[in-house]
């Protein structure tokens, strides 16, 4: 099939849509990502069916929510038998590739299939001279990660069979914790980074997840993710992160005076005289570390773009940039992931395809994760195999939307045991203007962890005139009916994805 157009499918690792310029978030700059808006179709409102790397990865290969591949956490890996978008492309007529971040397991049972090359990293990678599996052999290579996915996925460009269409999924590492900048960007972003409004969030008149998780920025970053010395000594320098972890907190004491923090790239060190001068260089630290990172990935990108071009590939090449899911920066006081708010919920999706896509588009209607490999395989004019679950969004690419076109996107999370954050597992969907969770936590017959129902609580946010999130309104007796009306969505919802209320699964963590 000649006319199978190519598809390039770029994605970050917790890349929030904030930090791209095209976003409006005005927090940096990326033109080159932002060719893609430019040149194609944005979309506002792509969200992650559980806002975790692992499982986000699991639905966008096979096109199933996470309740049906059984990725549920970090550490429930992908059955590689089970067929994926990938192996259907392969048998279509395409060269498929992966480089990058994989991060659904490695091993016989785990590592790619359904790729003609693979070259991914173990586990969540380095970013310096990074250890990766390739083809079944580990090999380090020298250089900075988003370097060195961009030249091997390039390299797999040039090298590829020219008279196949090919699948190319560029995965970057960046910009995950713990943040660290290519060497020549280090001194990017001087000027301070505005902080947000909702960042001392005092988590009242919600349910108890949002005060319970352990993701601020305040108390819960460490030393190395914000490129600092951890001094030795116990409980005195810090919190361990978790159990068995040598990784400690910066301690936020009640006397910040006797603070020392020791940058582990100039020596510099660092002094506070009170507890707001220390948050706020946390908050910068981290976000500038944050966006230095992300200046790698959008040059990346344009070397992409760039090679599309120059072998004029851009025509019949349909290019995608986006990330496993979104990421808190600052809002509500949180670095992180994991929760059905906004920040975390929606994914960056940019879409460039000449051929069919009018430049400068921007789509409001809902999409998600697991729309993709339908999309892919619409576009390939393969047959989409009914266990997937997701719709293809070919048709909104073309600026129509479909009368049956899904109203509400669905999350769900069950990493709750995960002590390092402490999130909530949660159940929720979010229409255009409204969003419903479920707090639950299962109970494992553990010590500490038999909660007994205590911690089931609901949530309802006006997205229209609470856009932060900060009041629940689920027991507003103005909203009743709008709680009767997102509840019988949730259940018709969980009904067509075959999910149920509450089932106890079996995560390692
Ligand atoms: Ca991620």
């Known amino acids: 099939m000649a006319d199978q157009p190519n598809i390039v499918f770029i994605m970050a690792d917790d890349h929030a849509a904030k930090a791209i310029s095209s976003y409006g978030g005005g927090i940096n700059q990326t033109p080159n990502i932002d060719r893609l808006a430019k040149e194609g179709m944005r979309f506002d409102h792509c969200y992650v069916t559980n806002s975790i790397c692992t499982p986000s990865r699991a639905a966008i290969l096979t096109g199933t929510y996470n309740h049906v591949n059984k990725v549920f956490t ?53 970013y310096f001279d990074p250890l990766m599996i390739e083809m079944g052999i580990e090999i380090e290579v020298p250089g900075y990660a988003t370097d060195v996915i961009t030249d091997k996925s390039i390299n797999w460009l040039e090298q590829r069979d020219k008279t196949k269409p090919f699948f190319l999924m560029c ?25 947000p ?15 319970q998780a352990r993701m601020r920025i305040k108390d819960d970053l460490k030393y190395a993710d914000l490129g600092l010395v951890q001094p030795e000594g116990g409980s005195e320098v810090g919190q361990r992160i978790m159990l068995r972890s040598t990784l400690r907190k910066i301690p936020n004491p009640e006397d910040v005076t006797m603070l020392r923090l020791i940058d582990k790239d100039t020596g510099e060190v660092f002094k506070f005289n009170t507890n707001d001068e ?33 072998n004029k590939l851009a025509e019949n090449t349909i290019v995608i940039y986006t990330s496993d899911q979104g990421f808190f920066l600052g809002e509500h006081g949180w670095f992180d992931k994991r929760f059905m708010y906004e920040e975390s919920f929606k994914m960056p999706f940019l879409v ?9 588009l921007i789509c409001k209607n809902m999409a998600c994760n697991v729309d993709f490999a339908p999309t892919f395989l619409d576009f390939a004019g393969l047959p989409i195999p009914n266990y ?28 709750h ?34 909660k007994g129902g205590e911690e089931r609580e609901w949530e309802l946010f006006d997205c229209q005139t609470d856009p932060l999130e900060l009041f629940s309104v689920f027991y507003d007796p103005l909203y009743k009916e709008v709680v009767e009306m997102m509840k019988t969505k949730l259940e018709k919802k969980m009904i067509e994805i075959c999910d149920v209320p509450e089932h106890t699964i079996n995560p390692k963590i």
């Open 171 to 195: 995965h970057h590492k960046a910009p995950h914790r713990e943040w660290e900048p290519h060497p020549k960007n280090r001194k990017l972003f001087q000027e301070d980074v505005k902080i």
């Open 278 to 310: 220390l948050s706020t260089f946390k908050y910068q630290r981290y976000l500038k570390r944050y966006l230095r990172t992300v200046e790698s990935i959008d040059e990346s990108v344009g070397r992409i773009l760039d090679y599309l071009d120059e």
């Open 417 to 450: 045991r995960d002590p390092n954050h402490n999130a909530y597992s949660h159940y929720g969907i979010r229409n255009q203007r409204y969003k419903l969770i479920y707090w639950y936590n299962e109970d494992y017959g553990l010590p500490g962890t038999n």
């Open 352 to 360: 460039r395809y000449p051929q069919e896509i009018q430049p400068g």
């Open 388 to 415: 997937m679950q997701g719709n293809s969004l070919r048709p909104l690419l073309k600026d129509t939307v479909p009368e049956d076109w899904p109203e509400v996107a669905y999350h769900r999370y069950w990493m």
């Open 74 to 126: 970090l550490d429930t890996y992908l059955d590689n038998r089970l067929p994926n978008v990938a192996k259907h492309l392969q048998t279509g007529g395409y060269q498929t590739a992966i480089v990058g971040k994989w991060h659904l397991g490695e091993g016989k049972d785990h590592e790619p299939t359904g790729f003609d090359f693979w070259s991914v990293l173990p586990g969540q990678g380095e």
């Open 197 to 211: 409004d909702s960042f001392d969030d005092d988590y009242k008149n919600r349910a108890n997840a949002a005060s």
